[in-house]
Structure formats: structure tokens, C-alpha cells
């Protein structure tokens, strides 16, 4: 893990520079698994170009990434996106008592009973 001051630097840095960082990183990846883009982009499923295009910081999509992540093996990254509440066990409770434990009539069923129970 990167020391907090890098994380600082990136909010300070401009959206583009901080697309060509993910690239580069990207690139890293694949060479520490002593892939070329060849065989990276028949792992993803992907063209060699797009691989090349996504490196230097290209256009790409969020698919596109993620054939890339998981041909690499790091889908796990993605982790940071997943935000995830911290409950208490007694708002745990409170929230499975709140929790519906049946369906209720629906209207036109009620209107339907009273229309049968009324004598009019």
C-alpha cells in the first residue's frame, strides 16, 4: 500500500494525469506477469491495440478495464469501490424487525371484499 501523502498528491492532480497513472499501472501489472499485450488481450478476450490504446492512456471502457483486471488476476482492486456500512448489532436488529414478513392486500382487493359485504 501507497503512503497517505501519494493519496493526497492525487487529489491535487488533474484528471487526466491521474487516468495515465492507472494506465501506467496497468502496464506494470502485465509485466510482472511477464505477459506481452498479445497475450494479455487474448486472455481478456480483448484486441491488441486495445490493450496498447488502454496503456498510454487511451479511451477505454469500464468493461474493457475489467477483462483487463481480471485476465490479470486483480479483480480484487475493484474492493475499494465496494462501501460497505458499519452496523451495530442492535441497528441489526432493529432493521430485521422492521423487515416485512408479509404481504399486505392490495387495494383492489380490499374495494373487492367491502363491494361483497356491503348490501347495496
Known amino acids: 500500500m501507497k503512503?497517505?501523502?501519494?493519496?493526497?498528491?492525487?487529489?491535487?492532480?488533474?484528471?487526466?494525469?491521474?487516468?495515465?497513472e492507472i494506465c501506467r499501472s496497468l502496464k506494470q501489472m502485465r509485466l510482472s506477469k511477464n505477459l506481452t499485450q498479445a497475450e494479455l488481450a487474448e486472455?481478456?478476450?480483448?484486441?491488441?491495440?486495445t490493450i496498447?490504446?488502454?496503456?498510454?492512456?487511451?479511451?477505454?471502457?469500464?468493461?474493457t478495464l475489467v477483462q483487463i483486471l481480471r485476465a490479470l488476476?486483480?479483480?480484487?482492486?475493484?474492493d475499494i469501490f465496494r462501501e460497505e456500512s458499519e452496523i451495530s448489532p442492535l441497528q441489526l436488529l432493529k432493521l430485521q424487525e422492521k423487515r416485512r414478513q408479509r404481504a399486505s392486500l392490495s387495494k383492489k382487493k380490499t374495494v373487492a371484499d367491502r363491494?361483497?359485504?356491503?348490501?347495496?
Open 52 to 63: 496498447s490504446r488502454m496503456e498510454a492512456g487511451r479511451a477505454a471502457t469500464l468493461l
Open 43 to 49: 486472455m481478456a478476450g480483448l484486441n491488441r491495440v
Open 3 to 20: 503512503p497517505e501523502s501519494s493519496i493526497l498528491n492525487r487529489s491535487a492532480m488533474a484528471d487526466p494525469a491521474i487516468v495515465k
Open 115 to 120: 363491494e361483497e359485504k356491503s348490501e347495496w
Open 73 to 78: 488476476d486483480k479483480l480484487d482492486i475493484l
